[in-house]
């Protein structure tokens, strides 16, 4: 059983050296920035995610390694397992949270697009707007497809515990488990492609502003 391990890419941190002012440039400056900052608390659950997985990962491995005879130890590491995919759990809702939250702030900016008088900004701000709403079209998908691949996982050991469970059920069961982490895998790559997609998008947008903006990744 292969645990996937999310991955995302940082959003691009944007300095502003100097501004004055109001304009509807900085009004999305603003709520740009903001947006990453809410978004802070999703990038900090993906190693306490990765440490779970492979905690759980290594529990299935030592699982496998047992006779039924040693049907306490299985139960016991099973028990182990589950209580990692409840905080599993957790971590999940707090990064969904963070995610909707930072998404929320972004939509502020949607309306401040049409009083840009430059075009070819204003084009620029409405790709940055698409490219943020596919993103999070993407992470909804891959949210879906970890939370499924959980309670596949959550199944598995619950079988696991039964000393009289049959092994073509636990096969299906394996089966499953693995079919659903490749749906997370394809989802966590395409989240990763929409946010790099996204970067480029507000890297351009910034560059066609009026702002003093410098970059570090």
Same mark, same amino acid.
Not at 106 to 131: C, G, Q, R, T
């Given at each position: 059983?292969?645990?996937k391990?999310?991955?995302?890419?940082? &959003?691009?941190?944007i300095?502003?050296?100097?501004?004055?002012g109001?304009?509807t +440039?900085?009004?999305?400056?603003?709520?740009?920035?903001?947006?990453?900052?809410?978004e802070?608390?999703?990038?900090?659950?993906?190693?306490? &995610?990765?440490?779970?997985?492979?905690?759980?990962?290594? %529990?299935?491995n030592?699982?496998?390694k047992?006779?039924m005879?040693?049907?306490?130890?299985?139960k016991?590491?099973?028990?182990?397992?589950?209580?990692?995919?409840?905080q599993?759990k957790?971590?999940?809702?707090?990064e969904?949270?963070?995610?909707?939250?930072?998404?929320?702030?972004?939509?502020?900016?949607?309306?401040?697009?049409?009083?840009?008088?430059d075009?070819?900004?204003?084009?620029?701000?409405?790709?940055m707007?698409?490219?943020m709403?596919?993103?999070?079209?993407?992470y909804? +998908?891959?949210?879906?497809? %970890?939370k499924k691949? &959980?309670e596949y996982?959550?199944?598995?050991?619950?079988?696991?515990?039964?000393?009289?469970?049959?092994?073509?059920? &636990?096969?299906k069961q394996?089966n499953?488990?693995?079919?659903? %982490?490749?749906?997370?895998?394809k989802?966590?790559?395409?989240?990763?492609d929409?946010?790099? +997609?996204?970067?480029?998008?507000?890297?351009?947008? %910034?560059?066609?502003?009026?702002?003093n903006?410098?970059?570090?990744?």
């Amino acid at each position: 059983m292969k645990l996937k391990i999310v991955g995302i890419m940082s &959003l691009l941190i944007i300095l502003l050296s100097a501004c004055s002012g109001q304009s509807t +440039t900085e009004k999305m400056y603003e709520h740009l920035e903001e947006s990453v900052s809410l978004e802070a608390e999703f990038v900090n659950q993906q190693e306490p &995610l990765t440490k779970l997985e492979e905690q759980e990962q290594n %529990y299935y491995n030592e699982i496998s390694k047992l006779s039924m005879e040693e049907f306490d130890q299985i139960k016991s590491l099973a028990d182990k397992a589950l209580e990692s995919i409840e905080q599993r759990k957790e971590l999940l809702e707090e990064e969904q949270n963070s995610i909707h939250a930072a998404k929320e702030e972004f939509d502020n900016v949607e309306p401040l697009i049409e009083d840009l008088e430059d075009e070819k900004l204003k084009k620029a701000a409405k790709e940055m707007n698409e490219a943020m709403n596919k993103r999070f079209d993407a992470y909804t +998908t891959l949210y879906d497809a %970890y939370k499924k691949s &959980l309670e596949y996982d959550q199944e598995l050991y619950e079988m696991l515990k039964q000393e009289d469970i049959e092994q073509d059920a &636990l096969s299906k069961q394996i089966n499953k488990v693995n079919e659903q %982490y490749n749906k997370v895998s394809k989802a966590n790559d395409a989240f990763n492609d929409q946010t790099n +997609t996204f970067n480029d998008k507000k890297r351009t947008f %910034y560059e066609n502003t009026d702002l003093n903006i410098s970059y570090e990744e």
